[in-house]
């Protein structure tokens, strides 16, 4: 009996339409406009970073990114460093996507070029539907939406509808605000003004804008993200509003300048404040971020833990300098991203505590399939199961976040047939779960104010 429970548990793991919590998937519209280039998308995110942790150069990354070298000389230079990366999850979701997708049993010189004319002829309208939803079997994705300061065009910035603005029969969007929280100089209030058409002169200005730019949009969102951890610790101070007012004013205060080439011209600008001045009004506009998420009753995203990308600090994204937050703000949602890896037991023991706390597995699955599956077998122990979030794809190319979600399915298949081999699960128990983990809990946490689809 226990063998028919165990392929069972199986086969309902992967009838599971699953609520994927995080993608960073450029628009298809784009995608399709430019050439499929395997090199290119898959040199994007993650496996590079696994090639230069192994010894490539960043000149060498740059040329497989070149689309006018040849596919075999780009291989040449791939194929140096390929044998060092096989073994991870990264490259592994990589080789799941083109075998299960495009049918390219093994990447090699021969093949390359077979992946790519495949490729090019999926690379079409519909791509996404395909890959997403019929492949993987995700019914919708949680989208992070990016807006950096002076990141468009510094004379026509973006409106805030079209940065928001997702397939939603796909996606939902999360919305980061860090124009607001990263304020460090002139030109940063200059873009804001322009694109929001206000003036900004004063802290009490900026917070005006920002609660407006938040209730303008709030109805559109599913979420907020805190991405600070990139660029400093996730330690966000309780400071006074004075304090955030001095160093506001400092930003008026610079009396050293940059010169700097914008379309052609060559202009000045005051230089940036430091992030010791800087940091008081951070902390203030994260707090302020968080009472407006709070208002609107958005739940929070935070990335802890690792970095993608190499040489990070990753001691500045330990979970635990996040306590004052949720000791704070109880009537504040929090999303703990990638399980806080490799702050694990940290993780554990906040989400174990806060009523108020979430922990997500996006990422984990493909940072090691082998530690997923352990922190899930552990934490089914530790944590109540409605406050695991299984999956994530965390991708800039539709088919990373496929190979994901084969792994994901693989690695919670696998916990749960372990729990009922070993009798501390019965089937009914383990089936409840993997819909709660994959689906439902994600369901009631972003989804309980607004539809999943739109009409």
Known sequence: MRNDDLKKIETEVNKIKMIDTHEHLQKEKNRIRSKADPFKLFMSQYLSSDLISSGMSYEELQKLNDEKISLSN????????????????YAKSVLIAIKDLYGIEKLD???????????????????YRWILKEKAGIEIALHDTILKPRGYDFWNAMPISKIIEVDRS???????????????ERTDLDFLSKRLNVSIHSLNDLLNAFKMEFEKISSKLYAVKIWIAYRRNIFFDKVTYSEAEKAFNEIFRQQSFKRMDVEGMRLTFPESISFEIAKP????????????????????????????????????????????LFVEYKEAQFD???????????????VKNFPNVYV???????????????????????????????????????????GHSVIARQNITS???????????????????????????????????KPVHQS
């Not at 093949?111 to 791509?127: C, D, S, V, W, Y």
């Not at 009004?281 to 971020?289: G, N, W």
């Not at 703990?336 to 702050?343: K, L, R």
């Open 336 to 350: 703990i991203f990638h399980a806080g890896y490799p702050f694990l037991d940290e993780t554990a023991a906040l």
């Open 415 to 449: 916990v749960l047939q372990k729990k009922i081999e070993e009798r501390s699960m019965k089937f009914e128990e383990a089936n409840k779960i993997a819909k709660k983990i994959l689906r439902e809990n994600a369901l009631n946490l972003f989804f309980k104010e």
């Open 281 to 324: 009004l951070q902390d203030y506009m994260v707090h302020e971020l968080i009472r407006l998420s709070i208002r609107y009753k958005l739940p929070l995203q935070i990335h802890t833990g690792i970095h993608e990308g190499n040489e990070n600090m990753v001691s500045n994204s330990n979970p635990l300098y996040l306590t004052n």
């Open 109 to 127: 010189k021969r093949t390359i070029a077979e992946l790519a004319r495949k490729m090019e002829e999926m690379n079409k309208q519909g791509l």
């Open 170 to 184: 796909l996606f939902v969007p999360v919305h980061r605000f860090q124009d607001f929280i990263f304020v460090t």
């Open 360 to 402: 997500d597995l996006c990422w984990l699955h493909i940072i090691s399939p082998s530690i997923a599956k352990r922190v899930i077998y552990e934490w089914l122990d530790l944590i109540p199961s409605n406050k695991i979030m299984g999956f994530g794809g965390d991708y800039l190319f539709v088919e990373g976040s496929y």
């Open 74 to 89: 780009r291989w040449d230079i791939f194929s140096l460093f390929w044998n060092n990366v096989q073994n991870t999850a």
